[in-house]
């Protein structure tokens, strides 16, 4: 007989890609939103396809009939699920996760119909709207419905920021949880709200919590939390048998060192707190005893301090790990070449660099604390190591004229990153820009807006003439996918080499999602690309992938 289960968490839900397509498809053609959406899938053989699912068509010739590989970032267990039931564990409870909702909804069956857990969990991490949360809700409603479901993360603390007391429980009530965190770390809440209902005492003596209250919700008051990263690390043993793969992710800060402008995740996520550097060679040691082959760190700015990162340096090389590492970077914290020569010496393979724009003038507006020449010298630097790069960039915001553009498009192609994505500005009111709207002449929200230089169609303009004009980088999109897409796919099989052909080919292919299917010309250039995605296919091999999917996106046992 299977014991109750105190708690399962779940980390995501990836909607399909139709999900989005329907939406955006609907507008106009000149909506900025739309023609972002353009750079973001390839349309093959009548079907819209992310980046990742390109490449589970592509393998589909080299499977057996009937089958459906379904190779997904998310196969890299879901770190936010992961640390919230360590958490709980070593809390006294019995947790379980679910790292990502759609494939492991067997499991989460299971799960559900045979350990009649008292809570779910859902984390909200990566979700800019509430119908992904909805959609898991139902499907526990239906299997378990005595199960208290708790919703938390950064999706609540925006729906609370943005919508009223009225409609925020409207969309409470429709999402269909039980009690929502708000918190910015909220896995002490997480850990009282599981105590109170395995002891049976009153939900409502727990803060950060909006609770059920005669057809609303009621907030029960706040409590700040202040959780030590080094008494919460992660126990990665709760990753049993083959459910830890070639990559992990894991982290050994909270929050961020700076204030970029565009970026409220430092006002919701506090002061940064740091893990001591024995702390995460313990977790370290435990994962290369592992076996895991790609690690990455998701701080929001890893290499800072600047003595702690070398230390942690000289840590992974002390260790000798067989894994390589992947985090993202600060250029303007990384002035001497010791730095980089750590980083190779330590298996660093690849970084994210928020870069932003090319131009000094604009990385003031953005408050980046970083110029050009520092991104110049860090990118020399990394390349002259063999450490590849992905390159950030953001298309009109404010300050952003033609001239700054063009400035971005010659700092591409004379830095030549390995990848470069270049986004629209997304006017978000929380962020600390917003403060600035009347100096500024800001209007608007979202994907639509203006400023005194610039609108938001003319920064589609703009993000169109740069992705014509890099020659020297390659385009990476970042639906489902991103920068890491990268240590993923490596830890399939796929060499760097293989990474950029891939995406050299996509690249080439994305100007035909929109073109017009009569045009002779067009058509046989589309053709010609096509055949080289092909023979790219035929020449690469794959580890299996974790999860299986039906054509309906159904998981299969």
Known sequence: MNSVLDCIVIGYNDPPLSFHEHRLMAQEEASPE??????????LDGERLAPMDVINHGMKASTKPGEHPYYHVGEVPNLAAVY??????NKGFQAEYVSLFR???????????????????????????????????????????GTHIVVGGPLVDNLAVDLSDEALAGVFEWVGADSYVRESQGEATLGLVVRSLR??????????????????????????EANSLDECAIDWGICGGDRLGATVQTRTARSCAFKCSFCDFPVRAGALSLASVEVVEQELRQL???????LVFVDDTFNVPVGRFKELCRMMIRNNFSFEWYSFFRCSAARDTEIYDLMQRSGCRAVFLGIETGDDSVLRNMVKSSNIDQYRFGIEQLHARGIATFASFICGFPGETENTVKNTIRFINETEPTFYRAELWFYN???????????LGITGEGYDWAHATMDSHQAADAADTLFRQVTGSVWMPGYNYDFWAVPYLLGKGLTMRQLIDFHTNVSALLPYNAADPAN??????????????????????????????????????
């Open 34 to 43: 739309r023609r972002v959406f353009m750079r973001e899938h390839l349309l």
């Open 84 to 89: 919230l039931t360590s958490f709980l564990r």
């Open 103 to 145: 494939p492991e909804r067997l499991r989460l069956e299971e799960l559900l119909e045979q350990r009649n857990p008292r809570v779910v969990a859902i984390t909200t991490t990566f979700y800019l709207m509430p119908w992904p949360v909805h959609e898991i809700c139902r499907f526990i409603r239906e299997r378990s419905p």
């Open 199 to 224: 002891d049976g005492t009153d939900l409502t003596r727990v803060p950060n919590l909006y609770l059920r209250d005669d057809g609303s919700f009621r907030f029960t008051g706040v409590k700040p």
């Open 288 to 294: 290369a005893g592992r076996g895991v082959k790609n």
């Open 429 to 439: 009111h929380r962020s600390p820009i917003h403060r600035e709207a009347q100096r």
């Open 520 to 557: 002779a010309t067009e058509a046989a250039f589309r053709t010609t690309r096509l055949s080289q995605l092909t023979d790219w296919f035929k020449s690469v091999r794959l580890a299996p992938p974790m999860y299986r999917m039906g054509p309906d996106h159904a998981a299969l046992s």
